[in-house]
């Protein structure tokens, strides 16, 4: 079973950036998909960016419409982890952010996310 772990999550400023961190307990096997999902008070949880790595979609993100333009999903493949850098933060993208995986070798917008981690705060300040 894989562990997920997110940190970077912090106050900023609106206008500011972060950079958020998920780095899995183990090493993920190649048929993967990485995603990013946000959940504020009262709201329902979202997808906002995932990343394929598997054999067939391998390196293809997909976006909130949101977020385009503003967050972008990478893998550091030497230290294995999947970082959500986040620019041109706005109040409304306050949130605990949640990274997930699940194994899959196509599309990451298409399978259901098995494994998460517990969360990291983000506060936009207006």
């Known amino acids: 079973q894989v562990q997920l772990v997110e940190s970077g999550g912090t106050w900023v400023q609106s206008g500011g950036s972060l950079r958020l961190t998920c780095a899995p307990s183990r090493f993920i096997l190649p048929d993967v998909v990485i995603g990013w999902f946000r959940q504020a008070p009262g709201k329902e949880r979202e997808r906002v960016s995932c990343i394929s790595l598997g054999q067939f979609a391998y390196g293809k993100t997909r976006y909130e419409d949101s977020v385009k333009g503003r967050f972008t999903i990478s893998k550091d493949n030497v230290n294995n982890t999947v970082y959500l850098e986040m620019n041109n933060l706005r109040p409304d993208d306050s949130a605990t952010y949640y990274c997930?995986?699940?194994?899959?070798?196509?599309?990451?917008?298409?399978?259901?996310?098995?494994?998460w981690g517990r969360g990291t705060a983000v506060t936009v300040s207006s």
């Open positions: 997930a995986a699940a194994y899959y070798g196509g599309n990451c917008h298409v399978p259901k996310y098995e494994y």
